[in-house]
Each structure stands twice: as C-alpha cells, then as structure tokens.
C-alpha cells in the first residue's frame, strides 16, 4: 500500500519545521495562552507573515501538527506486520514499534503528550489507538471469545486503548525510565495477568 503524497518543496518543509520547533519550545517555557503568533514567528526567525502562509492561526497549526503526529504513528505501526505467531508477540511488536518511535521524538512528545494544555493531541492519539485496538479484535478473531467471556467489545476497546495510552503519557511524564521493549513485555505479561488470578481463585 503506497500512498506517495506529492512532494511538497523542501523550502516549505523547512520552513514549517522551523514553526512547530519553536512552537514546542515555548510550550516547554510558559502557558499556551501566552504563546502568540508573533512569538512563534520570532523564536523560529522568521516574518509573521510567514506563518500565515502555513498556518490560519495557532489552533490550526495545533491541529495539523496532531495529524501529521498520528500519520507518524501509524507508519510506525504499520512497519511491523508480524509474521504470523500469535497476538501477543504480534502486539509486542506493534507496541515496540510505536514506543521506540515516542522515544526517538521524545522532546515533541513529553510536550505534547505530556502537558494536560494540549488536548487535541491526545484526543487524536486516543482515537488512533481504539481503532488500532479494533482492528487487532478482529484481526485475530477475538470477538467470538470476548462474547463467551461476557465481554462488551466497545468497552474491551475502550479499556485497552486508555490503557495504552495512560502508560504512554505516565512513561513520558516520568521520564521514559524503561525501555520500548521492557514496557511491551510488561504488557504482554499483565494482558495474561487476569487470567492467572481467576485460575488461582478457584484453587
């Protein structure tokens, strides 16, 4: 599936980039309400009238700079496509992936991510993971299961995707003290966790 987009002029490119640096910047120095165009435009060197060029205002720079993080995401996603052994190993893979992408971006996304002031990302990044939760539900055929198990599979989706997604945000804020590969591990181990307890009950 090759989706090449038109290449948009590096001018450009660099030009936005230079924009959302400095954005990230002053979200790291002060509230977003004090954050203006102006001083977005400033700290990236560049005329105001330049941003207008790119951007209608700061919401609208907000919420391009969430599309292209969720378009990021998801490559980082899509580039493992396991080979077929098994849905955990399978979603470890995926979590790795996902994880080692924040870790690589982790100044953008303790920011972002991490700040309660910038919703917007994580609305998007919580949409993407409940439908990438989903997409797994049904890839491996769990619906049957969760139906035997008495498991209403929206709220299955919503669990596992506010699972993600506050480990991401906890893991951030707390300064990534694990790896990528530790923290997909632990949650292979704790998906299994449940199940161990009931088991041990009935002994």
């Known amino acids: 599936m090759n989706h090449t987009k038109p290449r948009t002029d590096p001018r450009i490119v660099r030009t936005r980039q230079l924009l959302k640096d400095a954005f990230i910047d002053l979200l790291q120095e002060m509230e977003i309400e004090k954050i203006s165009v102006n001083r977005i435009a400033e700290r990236a060197t560049i005329n105001r009238v330049t941003f207008y060029l790119h951007y209608r205002d700061i919401p609208d720079m907000m919420d391009k700079m969430a599309e292209e993080m969720i378009e990021d995401m998801q490559q980082a996603l899509d580039q493992s496509t396991p080979l077929d052994d098994g849905a955990a190993e399978g979603d470890s893979l995926v979590l790795v992936n996902l994880l080692e992408h924040i870790a690589d971006n982790a100044k953008f996304y303790k920011v972002v991510l991490g700040s309660r002031r910038t919703p917007v990302f994580t609305e998007r990044m919580l949409k993407m993971l409940s439908d990438s939760v989903k997409r797994r539900i049904e890839q491996f055929g769990m619906d049957d299961t969760m139906v035997e198990a008495g498991i209403q599979k929206d709220i299955a989706i919503w669990y596992g995707s506010a699972a993600l997604i506050g480990t991401i945000v906890a893991w951030l804020r707390n300064d990534m003290p694990y790896t990528p590969a530790y923290i997909a591990k632990q ?15 009935h002994m």
């Open 187 to 201: 949650f292979t181990l704790l998906r299994a966790f449940p199940q161990w307890k009931s088991d041990h009950h």
